[in-house]
């Protein structure tokens, strides 16, 4: 237990005072929320509520809604929903996201993102491989995004994450991932994710 409660201290409290001592790299917390409902069979509806990331002024929250495609390999989710508080006012989104297992056991999980009020594309993937450590669920891999701005270049990020699931509230991950951005300010951003 000493060891659970020390782990999940330097995971949750360790970046943020890190990130806090460098000027080139921008903290995010991100909060998400997730449900998939089976309706019949390998068909069902999936549901998003997230908060992009809680240090910045006024709040963002995304809701995401529709439907669900799974088997034993994994799950694909075509949904539609709303980004309330954007800087240009709300925007209508189409999100598709895709979580499978590509070789055992390694995850592959990947989202396309698309605004329809500014047409902003944003792509995203990551690629995970679970252990545990006396018990205690983790995963390591790398993430990266790619951000297509109308009218504006790219923006490119990709760099290491890590995961520790709650043993406390198994439905509770935390994840911490580093992004290294070309010409741009680094991120890293923590995600704290409920599966309900």
């Given at each position: 237990?000493?060891?659970?409660a020390f782990g999940l201290a330097m995971l949750l409290f360790v970046p943020t005072v890190l990130v806090g001592q460098t000027r080139d790299t921008d903290y995010q917390l991100r909060f998400?929320?997730?449900?998939?409902t089976i309706v019949r069979r390998n068909f069902g509806l999936a549901l998003w509520a997230i908060a992009p990331d809680v240090t910045v002024r006024p709040r963002r929250f995304l809701v995401l809604g529709g439907l669900l495609l799974n088997n034993n390999r994994g799950w694909l989710e075509v949904m539609g929903g709303e980004l309330f508080n954007a800087p240009n006012g709300n925007e209508t989104i189409l999100d598709v996201r895709?979580?499978?297992?590509?070789?055992?056991?390694?995850?592959?999980?990947?989202?396309?993102f698309y605004s329809l009020k500014d047409q902003r594309v944003l792509f995203s993937q990551s690629i995970n491989v679970p252990?545990?450590?006396?018990?205690?669920?983790?995963?390591?891999?790398?993430?990266?995004e790619?951000?297509?701005?109308?009218?504006?270049?790219?923006?490119?990020?990709?760099g290491p994450r890590f995961t520790v699931q709650l043993p406390f509230w198994r439905r509770v991950s935390v994840t911490n991932a580093y992004h290294f951005r070309w010409k741009r300010e680094n991120i890293f951003r923590t995600y704290v994710f409920v599966n309900f």
């Open positions: 237990m000493k060891f659970t998400l929320a997730h449900n998939q895709i979580s499978v297992r590509i070789a055992r056991p390694i995850g592959f999980s990947g989202e396309l252990f545990s450590i006396k018990g205690l669920q983790m995963s390591a891999g790398e993430e990266s790619i951000l297509f701005p109308k009218a504006r270049p790219a923006v490119i990020g990709v």
